[in-house]
């Protein structure tokens, strides 16, 4: 073989070798880049949510973890007040609550903001104690928002990308007080099932 056709091989070569590399490397990262959705069937119509593992990544573990065991399906949106949110995730249509894990630690203090079609987790009074409850912000409420150590908020870990109009039509329904709870739906608002896409 003559030597040009030996060099025009050996650089063949040398770009196959420094190619292939970039090119997996560049598929690995749109992998890693992919959005992480929720779709939430509800008695109402479908919710979609963008999950935000990289801002809350406890948090979004937490709430997959619960879609995937099937957890959230049966379930209701206990709480809803029409200029605030909607909260579910943890009470049976008979208002029941259920069993969950241990609390996660809270990570509102990640830059994220209770805006208006932001999903954030509901919990008691002191900071670290969300389990399996969340609620969709249908107002923006600053005020939820991680302030200090005295002053924790609540960790947003996800937005709607489709179905806010389902949003807005739960948050309208009229409410009562059942068993000493307030604002509870006249007409149940199911959550039929919670499944995870991973585009």
Do not use: C
């Amino acid at each position: 073989m003559k030597r040009p056709a030996l060099h025009f091989l050996f650089n063949a070569l040398l770009a196959v070798m420094f190619t292939l590399p970039v090119q997996a490397l560049a598929q690995d990262e749109t992998q890693q880049e992919a959005p992480l959705r929720a779709v939430m069937a509800t008695s109402m119509g479908e919710i979609q949510l963008e999950l935000l593992p990289e801002k809350a990544p406890l948090t979004v573990e937490n709430f997959v973890s619960y879609a995937e065991e099937g957890f959230y399906d049966g379930t209701i949106f206990h709480r809803v007040i029409a200029d605030f949110m909607i909260q579910g995730g943890g009470f049976t249509p008979e208002l029941q609550k259920k069993s969950t894990r241990e609390p996660i630690q809270n990570e509102a203090n990640n830059g994220l903001s209770n805006r208006r079609g932001t999903i954030a987790m509901a919990r008691l009074p002191t900071p670290h104690s969300a389990t399996a409850q969340f609620f969709i912000n249908v107002e923006t409420n600053m005020r939820l928002d991680y302030q200090d150590r005295d002053n924790w908020g609540y960790a947003v870990f996800g937005q709607v990308v489709s179905g806010m109009d389902v949003v807005d039509r739960i948050r309208a329904v009229p409410t009562h007080t059942v068993k000493g709870r307030r604002d509870v739906p006249v007409e149940p608002v199911v959550i039929e099932s919670v499944t995870i896409v991973r585009e």
